[in-house]
C-alpha cells in the first residue's frame, strides 16, 4: 500500500475570496495533483483545469496580479505563429475568483504576419473531496459531469452543486471538456471566457458583504518594507473575510488557506485583536459570532462544556483516517479560545468599542469567566490544564496543537493532562480583563477574579521556572504528574504584558528570547536549538510563526525591551520580503546565514489570517499607540531607534475616529486628531529595557523564594 503523504503547496499560486479559494501551479494549469484545484469552504469544488492549445500546453513565462482577486498567466503557443525564433503567439490566461466560483478569460494574440487557426481545449474535473481527504493525500475520484444547456457542465453531490458556463464553447460532459475553435487573420486578438458557480445551501459560513470591515490607513516609512507588508496584508485579510450564516453583518476571518478557510476560534480572535488599532468592527463581529455558539452544556465528544468558546466549526465535521482524529462539526477542544475572547472584548473596550455593544455579550462574558473558574481546572490545583477524554480529538489543545508539541528537553512526549505555559498567562490577563469590565458595567465579581489572578501569579511562580541551558527560565508545560516540562520554547514570550510576571521575571524572559537558541534571524523559533526535539522544520518544535513572533514582538515592546523587538521586527519583514510580502503561516527555524532566506514549511497556509494580521501588530508596535477610551487616555511608546527608521500612520481608529501618529528615527513621537474627551499621556514603560541588566540568576533567582 502507497504512503499517504500530506500534499505540498509552496510553490503554488493562490487567491482567496472566501468562501472561494483556487491553488494552481505557476503555469497557470489547475492539474490533478496534490491540493490543486478550487475550492468552497471545505469542498474541492474543480479538480482540474488544463489548458491546452492545438494539445500542447502552452509554455510558461510569467504572471502576476491583476487585480484584487486575479492573477494573470502568460505563456507560449511556439507551434503557431511565424517560423522562426521569435514567439509571435501568446497565451494569457486570466483568473478572477468570486466568493462563489471564479471565471476565466484565455486570450489568443498573435503577432504573427499569417492567419492561425487552432483548437484550444479546456480539460475539467470536479471531484467534490472534501478537505481533510485532500490534506491526507488520499486518491480521490472525479464525479461524473452533466451537460446542461448547449455551453454548459454541472457537477453535484452531498448537497453542493457546481456549473460552468463557456461562451462559444463546445462542450463535452466524459471526459469533462470545453473546445473552442480559434481562426485569427494576422496581427489578431481573440477572447475565450467561461465561468464556474458553485452553491452550497448547507454550508456553515458565507460570503463578507464588499463594504470594508476596517480602515485602510495610509502608512509612510524608511523601511519600505514595512508599507508594502501592510500592503499586501490587508489586501489577503479583506479576502479571508467570513460572515456568520446567523447574521452576515457580523465578519470574522476564516483561518487560512487552504486548510482552514472557516471559523477558528483561536485564530480568529488573535487576528481581530491584532487588527484592533483599524477600528472595532471585525473585533465585534468575531465576539458576536463566537458568542452565538457559545458552549451551553458539558458533551465529552466535542469538548464541549458551559461558558467554552468553539475551536472550530465545519459542515461536516474534519478527520484523517491515518491518525484517528475524528472532530466533529463544531468542535470546543481548546484551551485558550475561551480566555482569548474575554481578552478581545476588553481590547476592543479599550479601543473604544461602545457600551451598547458591550452591554449585550456581558452575560457572554460572565458565562466564560463561569468556564474558567468551574471547568479549566479538573484537578483544582489553582492551574488551567486540558486533556483529550475521547482519544480521537486533539491531544494538544494550545496554539501549538500537533501531537508532538509538547516535549521534554530531551525529546521525551509529556502525558497528559497538560497545563501549559501561555494559557496560564493568558487565564491571568482574562481574570483581571474581566474584573475591569464587571467593575466599569457595575456587575458582580471583580474582586473574585483580582483574587483569582494574584493566586494564579503565585501558583505559577512556585511551580514553572527552572534552571536551563541559558539560565532561569519558565517551562513550557506541567505534564501528568506536574513535572515541569523543561523545553525552552517561543511559549514563554506570550507571558509578556500578561501581569503573571514581575519585573525582574519579564526581564529574564526577554534575555531568553534573544538567545540565538530562539531567535533564528527571521523571527522566534518555536523551540530552541538546544532542545532534543529540535527540527527546522517542525510544525511545532522549531519552525517560526510570524503571528507568534508577532505576539511576542508586542509584548517586548509594551515592556519596553526594544532591542529584542526591533531584532524581532527585522526577522520579519526580512521574512516578509523573501515571501513576497505574504508571510505563510509557518516557514523554517533555520539561522539567517543558512541561505540568507528563510526556508518554506511546503504544506503551510498561505495566506494565513493571524500572519497577514502581524503587520498590523507590528505597527501598532513601531507607533506605540495604546489607547484607554474608557479611561480617557492615549498613551504612545513607539519603538525608538535609528535602525527602524521614521514611520507615520494616518487613518489608524481609536473610538471610531481617524488618529494620525508620526514617529521620527530617533522614536519621537506626535499623535493629532483625537477625538473630544481622550487626551495624551506620558509613556508609562521604560524607554528601553533591554533585558540584559538581569543576570542569569535574575533577580533571586524567578521562581524561587
Known amino acids: 500500500m502507497t504512503e499517504r503523504l500530506q500534499p505540498l503547496l509552496h510553490d503554488l499560486v493562490g487567491l482567496v475570496l472566501a468562501p472561494a479559494s483556487v491553488l494552481g501551479d505557476a503555469a497557470g494549469q489547475i492539474r490533478p495533483v496534490g491540493v490543486q484545484g478550487a475550492f468552497h469552504a471545505d469542498t474541492r469544488v474543480l479538480s482540474r483545469a488544463e489548458l491546452r492549445v492545438d494539445d500542447h500546453e502552452p509554455e510558461a513565462l510569467t504572471h502576476g496580479a491583476a487585480g484584487p482577486n486575479g492573477v494573470r498567466f ?21 483568473r478572477h475568483l468570486r466568493s462563489d466560483g471564479l471565471y476565466e478569460e484565455i486570450r489568443v494574440v498573435s503577432t504573427a504576419s499569417v492567419a492561425v487557426r487552432a483548437t484550444v481545449d479546456l480539460h475539467l474535473a470536479c471531484d467534490l473531496a472534501p478537505i481533510e ?24 453531490g452531498d448537497g453542493v452543486a457546481v456549473g460552468v458556463v463557456a461562451q462559444d464553447a463546445e462542450v463535452r460532459p466524459d471526459p469533462a471538456r470545453l473546445r473552442w475553435r480559434i481562426d485569427l487573420p494576422p496581427r489578431a486578438t481573440t477572447t475565450l471566457r467561461w465561468r464556474l458557480t458553485v452553491t452550497d445551501p448547507r ?158 455579550l456581558l452575560p457572554h462574558l460572565e458565562a466564560a469567566l463561569g468556564w474558567l473558574a468551574e471547568h479549566a481546572d479538573a484537578d483544582d490545583d489553582g492551574l ?69 489572578a494574584r493566586r494564579l501569579a503565585d501558583r505559577f511562580r512556585a511551580t514553572f521556572w527552572v534552571d536551563g541551558p541559558h539560565g532561569p527560565q519558565p517551562a513550557l508545560a506541567l505534564d501528568r504528574d506536574k513535572h515541569p516540562v523543561d523545553a525552552l520554547t517561543s511559549n514563554i514570550g506570550h507571558l509578556l504584558g500578561t501581569g503573571l510576571l514581575d519585573a525582574a ?33 517542525s510544525y511545532h518544535c522549531g519552525s517560526i510563526w510570524a503571528h507568534d513572533s508577532a505576539i511576542v514582538l508586542a509584548g517586548l515592546a509594551r515592556a519596553g525591551f526594544h532591542p529584542q523587538a526591533r531584532g524581532l521586527a527585522d526577522g520579519l519583514l526580512a521574512a516578509a520580503e523573501a515571501f513576497d510580502y505574504r508571510l505563510p503561516e509557518l516557514y523554517g527555524g533555520d539561522d539567517r546565514a543558512l541561505l540568507g532566506r528563510p526556508v518554506p514549511y511546503p504544506a503551510a497556509c498561505r495566506p494565513q489570517a493571524w500572519s497577514a494580521a502581524a503587520a498590523v501588530l507590528l505597527l501598532q508596535a513601531a507607533t506605540g499607540l495604546y489607547p484607554d477610551v474608557p479611561s480617557g487616555t492615549v498613551r504612545l511608546a513607539p519603538l525608538a531607534g535609528p535602525d527602524l527608521g521614521a514611520v507615520s500612520a494616518q487613518g ?50 524567578p521562581g524561587t523564594d
Not at 510 to 527: E, K, S, V
Not at 672 to 692: K, Y
Open 74 to 94: 502568460v505563456g507560449l503557443a511556439r507551434r503557431l505563429g511565424d517560423p522562426g525564433p521569435d514567439p509571435s503567439v501568446r497565451v494569457e490566461r486570466t
Open 133 to 156: 481527504r485532500v490534506k491526507s493525500g488520499a486518491a480521490t475520484t472525479p464525479v461524473p459531469a452533466q451537460a446542461g444547456a448547449v455551453d454548459e457542465l454541472a457537477w453535484s
Open 203 to 360: 454550508a456553515v459560513v458565507t460570503r463578507a458583504a464588499a463594504a470594508a470591515t476596517w480602515a485602510e490607513p495610509t502608512v509612510h516609512a524608511d523601511d519600505r518594507r514595512l508599507t508594502r507588508l501592510l500592503h499586501r496584508a490587508l489586501a489577503d485579510l479583506t479576502g479571508l473575510r467570513l460572515a456568520d450564516p446567523v447574521d452576515p453583518r457580523d465578519v470574522f476571518l476564516g483561518a487560512g488557506v487552504p486548510w482552514f478557510l472557516t471559523l477558528f476560534g483561536r485564530d480568529s480572535l488573535w487576528a481581530a485583536r491584532m487588527m484592533l488599532p483599524l477600528g472595532t468592527d471585525l473585533a465585534a463581529g468575531t465576539l458576536r459570532t463566537l458568542a452565538r455558539r457559545q458552549g451551553g452544556k458539558t458533551d465529552p465528544v466535542t469538548a464541549e462544556a458551559p461558558g467554552k468558546i468553539l475551536h472550530e466549526l465545519r459542515r461536516d465535521g474534519f478527520s484523517l483516517t491515518d491518525t484517528g482524529l475524528r472532530l466533529p462539526p463544531a468542535y470546543y477542544g481548546t484551551v485558550d479560545a475561551t480566555m482569548l475572547w474575554i481578552n478581545l472584548l476588553h481590547d476592543a473596550w479599550r479601543w473604544g468599542l461602545p457600551a451598547d455593544q458591550v452591554t449585550p
Open 384 to 452: 488551567v490544564e486540558y486533556v483529550d477524554s475521547t482519544g480521537h480529538g486533539l491531544s494538544n489543545q494550545g496554539w501549538k496543537d500537533s501531537g508532538d508539541a509538547v516535549r521534554f528537553r530531551d525529546g521525551r512526549l509529556a502525558a497528559a493532562p497538560i497545563v501549559l505555559a501561555e494559557v496560564q498567562g493568558y487565564a491571568h490577563e482574562a481574570a483581571t480583563n474581566g474584573a475591569a469590565l464587571l467593575d466599569a458595567f457595575g456587575r458582580p465579581g471583580a474582586d473574585r477574579w483580582r483574587d483569582y
Open 505 to 537: 521575571e519579564e526581564g529574564q524572559v526577554a534575555r531568553l528570547l534573544a538567545t540565538d537558541a530562539l531567535a533564528g534571524g527571521f523571527g522566534l523559533r518555536t523551540m530552541s536549538t538546544d532542545d532534543a526535539a529540535f527540527s527546522p522544520l
Open 652 to 701: 489608524l481608529r481609536v473610538a471610531g475616529s481617524p488618529v494620525t501618529v508620526t514617529v521620527d528615527s530617533a522614536g519621537a513621537a506626535t499623535l493629532t486628531g483625537l477625538p473630544g474627551g481622550l487626551r495624551l499621556v506620558a509613556a508609562t514603560v521604560p524607554a528601553a529595557r533591554t533585558g540584559a541588566e538581569l543576570s542569569p540568576s535574575g533577580a533571586a533567582t
